[in-house]
């Protein structure tokens, strides 16, 4: 069992940077993938970024490529995502998540992830 709390969200103005954690509790942290989602008002959850078990594969949805970076490290049980230059249009609540099934190949679908924190709100300005 894995439980996930998410930190380091607020408000910021457009072209700073925020980095986001996600602490996990349990022993088996190194056995989950972990993925980041986010959810604005009035939109679904969509997914944002991977990370496999070791951190050797990342994968990004296209909206925050080469902005945003997914990092973890294992020893800390916690799992990271860097967010560089964001834009008022990545203002909404973040979520990590774990799974025990997710893989680079398929890492999209909320419905893949077993445990999910209870986010943390991100609000850029311009």
């Known amino acids: 069992q894995v439980q996930l709390v998410e930190s380091g969200g607020g408000l910021l103005q457009a072209g700073g940077s925020l980095r986001l954690s996600c602490a996990a509790s349990g022993r088996t942290f190194s056995s989950y993938a972990m993925g980041w989602f986010r959810q604005a008002p009035g939109k679904e959850r969509e997914f944002v970024g991977y990370i496999s078990r070791s951190g050797g594969s990342t994968r990004y949805a296209d909206s925050v490529k080469g902005r945003f970076t997914v990092s973890r490290d294992n020893a800390k049980s916690t799992v990271y995502l860097q967010m560089n230059s964001p834009l008022p249009e990545d203002t909404a609540v973040y979520y990590c998540?774990?799974?025990?099934?997710?893989?680079?190949?398929?890492?999209?679908?909320?419905?893949?992830?077993?445990?999910w924190g209870q986010g943390t709100q991100v609000t850029v300005s311009s």
């Open positions: 998540a774990a799974s025990q099934r997710a893989t680079y190949s398929a890492c999209y679908y909320p419905g893949l992830y077993d445990y």
